[in-house]
């Protein structure tokens, strides 16, 4: 059984929680999804998922409860961790706004909603390397990644823009991948992941 932490302080966790089974049920593997709200559970955790929501609050609650030290931990210790949107915000080196304490796991810089400027939210088919078939991306509000360290892979682009970004455990999204059937990007960060045991 993998154990898979959401960090549920705010934001969608409940749908990343049924993407996480699915994408365990194809690999035949059970997957016990905790939400995290407290410190003390993240250890407990195989692998960690940093949802989209509200940068800013999430980063202040991660913070004030004491997760942020944890969830880096986690990442040294070299265990996946899938972030997407504001998840992918808070695990860079730099968001552009004051107001989010990023964690440094990732070596990319973002700019917040900067995608939401000229379209609130869409949805692109993305080709993902690792995947065979283009994966439907939506997009929400939605984090640009501005630059993008060294040893930092590009996984997708959208028009020119790196949209899917890997850092040895860590895998960044601008989008959103829990709001279409498809956990093949779930599956990508996790469980071929674990179960390749890096
Ligand atoms: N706009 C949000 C933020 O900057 C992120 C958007 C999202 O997670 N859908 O916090």
């Given at each position: 059984t993998v154990r898979a932490g959401v960090v549920?302080?705010?934001?969608?966790?409940?749908?990343?929680?049924?993407?996480?089974?699915?994408?365990a049920?194809?690999?035949?593997?059970?997957?016990e999804v905790v939400e995290?709200?407290?410190?003390?559970?993240?250890?407990e955790c195989d692998v960690l998922l940093l949802p989209g929501g509200e940068s800013t609050t999430i980063s202040r609650?991660?913070?004030?409860?004491?997760?942020?030290?944890?969830?880096?931990?986690h990442a040294e210790a070299g265990k996946p961790i899938l972030a997407t949107c504001a998840g992918l915000i808070l695990v860079s080196t730099d968001a552009n706004d004051d107001r989010v304490d990023t964690l440094d796991l990732l070596d990319v810089t973002v700019e917040r909603n900067a995608f939401g400027r000229q379209r609130d939210s869409f949805e692109a088919p993305?080709?993902?390397?690792?995947?065979?078939e283009p994966f439907p991306a939506v997009f929400i509000r939605a984090p640009v990644i501005d630059s993008?360290?060294?040893?930092?892979?590009?996984?997708?682009?959208w028009e020119d823009d790196p949209v899917a970004v890997r850092q040895g455990p860590v895998v960044g999204l601008s989008f959103h991948p829990e709001l279409t059937?498809?956990?093949r990007i779930h599956d990508l960060a996790f469980f071929e992941t674990v179960l390749a045991g890096a």
């Amino acid at each position: 059984t993998v154990r898979a932490g959401v960090v549920a302080v705010q934001g969608d966790v409940s749908e990343h929680a049924a993407a996480i089974r699915r994408a365990a049920d194809a690999h035949g593997e059970d997957a016990e999804v905790v939400e995290i709200r407290q410190s003390g559970t993240v250890p407990e955790c195989d692998v960690l998922l940093l949802p989209g929501g509200e940068s800013t609050t999430i980063s202040r609650l991660v913070h004030r409860e004491g997760i942020a030290e944890e969830i880096t931990a986690h990442a040294e210790a070299g265990k996946p961790i899938l972030a997407t949107c504001a998840g992918l915000i808070l695990v860079s080196t730099d968001a552009n706004d004051d107001r989010v304490d990023t964690l440094d796991l990732l070596d990319v810089t973002v700019e917040r909603n900067a995608f939401g400027r000229q379209r609130d939210s869409f949805e692109a088919p993305l080709s993902v390397t690792g995947l065979d078939e283009p994966f439907p991306a939506v997009f929400i509000r939605a984090p640009v990644i501005d630059s993008v360290g060294d040893d930092v892979e590009v996984l997708a682009e959208w028009e020119d823009d790196p949209v899917a970004v890997r850092q040895g455990p860590v895998v960044g999204l601008s989008f959103h991948p829990e709001l279409t059937d498809d956990s093949r990007i779930h599956d990508l960060a996790f469980f071929e992941t674990v179960l390749a045991g890096a």
